[in-house]
């Protein structure tokens, strides 16, 4: 299949002003140029060169387009590479696709261009992962991330990390084939201090792992509160449209109402929850229950009080049921008279839990609400600059994995065991860290992770 030529539109689907059809392999000029009406053959057209004219078929014109040449090695597959600019929408090219098709072509898989750039050896598998995180970047911060990523700087690390072992691996191996050149209590320190050194590095990778997966997939943050506190009317005023609806009535809401924000660089997957109270309204019950389902799955409760109300019981409880998460308890209707009482909520929160002052009618608050949510998961800042976060879950996993082994070994270390069962240990770490950069890897894992493209990537 590596060395088909293979085709796929690579723009989204619907109306627009151009339509891209992608072509890679290293026949992929030929199988082009059959089609192709214009002063200028492709087969004589010099690489990154862009020529203007007609697809045909059987002589009659189908579509007027602009065709890309991009020769093999320097291009994405690192094989010849042809892109058709058609008209937008679908019937233009899915008609040329048709052509090609029929011409001998084979429609890409999910994610083949990409699959074929790791396999070519123009990108390795965190890079090629990258790709995907770029397409589905939800802010600015998320996209800068992926696109670090994607130029190699997390699969230097890995590398620099994979080094130091190998080092480690053939010092051991060294002892083990001439045990007479051998100092036991010189060689345990040494593996403990690079075990533990290397396994230090990769704790400090983990440690941002959590910032680096909400900043590409979002903070889940649940809106919570009894009937009209104004929990829709703070969904309404931070995605800044009338989203959800509002009245005096209680029990508005009945189900969990979702959307993406992006807050201060911060995104924010907002879940609009049903007041929660007790009711005999079958309907509202559910709802009920579906807002605390959203309370057990959130990273971040946003929990929406009445300042012209006093404190009840309800409020307390659930409060205290929410302690093992980030809240911000956000009193909302402070351009009301304040019959809510202050201190004593203070009292009752925790590390995680602090006060923001809101008026959603006023506009006031929101500033403080967003600094809230930065002291809360980013230790008051932001940075995406400068920072190799890991996001991917593959990736987070392979790494605790990998810091496993190496306490393995040193605890091996200490115990007395032999080197060559230490040796096998620090192999596997060495072996797992691997995986994350594609340079051990098997079919299926591949195929696993390029079914997450669309097609035409």
């Not at 899915?94 to 429609?107: E, P, T």
């Not at 598998?125 to 997390?154: P, Y």
């Not at 903070?219 to 800044?240: D, E, F, M, Q, W």
Request: glycine letters at 6%; charged letters at 20%; a negative charge.
């Amino acid at each position: 299949m590596l060395t088909d030529t293979i085709a796929a539109i690579a723009t989204a689907s619907g109306e627009g002003s151009i339509a891209i059809i992608r072509v890679s392999g290293n026949e992929s000029i030929s199988f082009v140029e059959p089609l192709f009406r214009s002063t200028t053959p492709l087969s004589l057209a010099q690489s990154h060169t862009i020529h203007y004219g007609h697809i045909v078929d059987g002589g009659v014109v189908v579509e007027e387009v602009l065709i890309s040449v991009m020769r093999a090695p320097r291009t994405f597959t690192r094989e010849n590479i042809v892109e058709i600019n058609c008209h937008g929408g679908t019937v233009a090219a899915q008609n040329i696709l048709k052509l090609l098709l029929a011409r001998g072509v084979r429609l890409a898989e999910p994610g083949e261009f990409t699959k074929r750039a790791f396999l070519n050896g123009r990108i390795d598998l965190s890079q090629a992962e990258a790709v995907i995180d770029l397409i589905r970047a939800k802010s600015d911060r998320a996209f800068k991330i992926a696109m670090r990523q994607s130029t190699g700087v997390l699969s230097d690390q890995i590398r620099n990390i994979r080094n130091q072992l190998l080092q480690l691996i053939a010092h051991l191996e060294v002892n083990i084939d001439y045990p007479e050149h051998d100092t036991p209590d010189l060689t345990n320190r040494h593996i403990c201090e690079q075990c533990g050194g290397v396994a230090e590095h990769i704790s400090h990778l983990i440690r941002d792992a959590s910032r680096g997966k909400m900043l590409r997939e979002g903070i889940v943050t649940a809106i919570v509160g009894r009937p009209n506190v104004g929990k829709s009317s703070l969904l309404n005023a931070l995605v800044k449209e009338n989203r959800a609806i509002v009245t005096d009535i209680p029990g508005t809401t009945r189900d969990i109402i979702e959307e993406y924000i992006v807050l201060n660089g911060i995104p924010l997957k907002l879940l609009d929850t049903a007041g929660i109270r007790e009711t005999t309204d079958l309907v509202e019950q559910i709802g009920v229950e579906k807002s605390r389902e959203a309370i057990e799955a959130a990273d971040l409760i946003l929990f929406v009080l009445n300042n012209n109300q006093e404190l009840i019981q309800e409020e307390l409880e659930l409060l205290a049921s929410a302690n093992q998460k980030p809240v911000i308890i956000c009193v909302n209707k402070t351009d009301l008279q304040t019959n809510i009482d202050l201190v004593k909520l203070q009292s009752v929160l925790s590390n995680q839990q602090q006060i923001v002052l809101l008026s959603v009618k006023g506009n006031i608050g929101f500033h403080e609400l967003e600094q809230a949510i930065a002291d809360l998961f980013f230790e008051g800042s932001i940075e995406a600059d400068d920072l190799t976060y890991v996001s991917n879950v593959r990736h987070i996993h392979l790494l605790e994995q990998s810091i496993q082994a190496l306490n393995d070994a040193i605890e091996a270390t200490e115990v007395g065991m032999p080197i060559d069962i230490i040796q096998l240990d620090i192999r596997n770490a060495w072996e797992l860290l691997g995986l994350i950069i594609g340079e051990s890897v098997g079919e299926s894992l591949l195929d696993q992770i390029f079914s997450q493209f669309c097609l035409g990537k």
